[in-house]
């Protein structure tokens, strides 16, 4: 099987930074994109940004500028990093990878179990 394990949230003050990394682990023959995606209680989940296994990135809108993702492909690890952090981004942030499991796989989504973020004075 595979695990999606993210760390790296907490408690951080307007304007402030954050790293989240992400760690794909498991029977894993390649991975795809991977990405972050963040989920309010009661909403839909969003795609905040992506990337290719060959580093094509996108970004929501929202976070352009101030949020930059970034990836091992040899360790299966994925990184935001979270600048001038605004109280909006406030959120459960979720990583995704779409892993093969072998040559003839199709690849699926799995999802970690998700990391809080929080932007408060």
């Known amino acids: 099987q595979v695990q999606i394990v993210e760390s790296g949230g907490g408690l951080v003050q307007p304007g402030g930074s954050l790293r989240l990394s992400c760690v794909a682990s498991?029977?894993?023959?390649?991975?795809?994109?991977m990405g972050w995606y963040r989920q309010a209680p009661g909403k839909q989940r969003e795609l905040v940004a992506t990337?290719?296994?060959?580093?094509?990135?996108n970004y929501a809108d929202s976070v352009k500028g101030r949020f930059t993702i970034t990836r091992n492909n040899a360790e299966n690890t994925v990184w935001l990093q979270m600048d001038s952090l605004k109280p909006e981004d406030t959120d459960v942030y979720y990583c995704?990878?779409?892993?093969?499991?072998?040559?003839?796989?199709?690849?699926?989504?799995?999802w970690g179990q998700g990391t809080q973020v929080t932007v408060s004075s």
């Open positions: 498991g029977n894993i023959f390649s991975v795809r994109t």
């Open positions: 990337i290719s296994a060959g580093g094509a990135t």
């Open positions: 995704n990878g779409r892993v093969a499991q072998s040559f003839f796989d199709t690849a699926q989504d799995y």
